[in-house]
């Protein structure tokens, strides 16, 4: 079954840190973007960061830049989001998803492979 697996959310205090883990199964991120979004209460879906190896390109989300960090270990078949600094208005459900042989940044409309989301609660 192709699926995406996401791991790490937690609650952590403000100026803490968090790895967010995106895990493919039955398939590769061979030639996929990796989106990073997140869904606070009430709000629609953000863009955070995002990752095309294929095409060269990395997005972020002005709100996280120099904070929040998108990699990938293609042995492990993992995308990471590693998140610093963290401030209570980071709050929010996360979520990955992944599209075939396309660049960063895409709406998430457009998107159709999603992960489960995983919690992330910042307190002051």
């Known amino acids: 079954e192709v699926q995406l697996v996401v791991s790490g959310g937690d609650l952590v205090q403000a100026v803490g840190s968090l790895r967010l883990s995106c895990a493919a199964s039955?398939?590769?991120?061979?030639?996929?973007?990796v989106h990073w979004f997140r869904q606070a209460p009430g709000k629609e879906r953000e863009a955070v960061p995002c990752i095309s190896d294929s095409y060269g390109s990395t997005y972020y989300a002005d709100s996280v830049k120099g904070l929040f960090t998108i990699s990938s270990e293609n042995d492990k078949n993992t995308v990471y989001l590693q998140m610093n600094s963290l401030k209570p208005e980071d709050t929010a459900i996360y979520y990955c998803a992944a599209s075939f042989e396309t660049g960063c940044p895409r709406p998430y409309r457009f998107l159709e492979l999603w992960g489960q989301g995983t919690l992330v609660t910042v307190s002051s």
């Open positions: 039955g398939f590769t991120f061979d030639y996929y973007a």
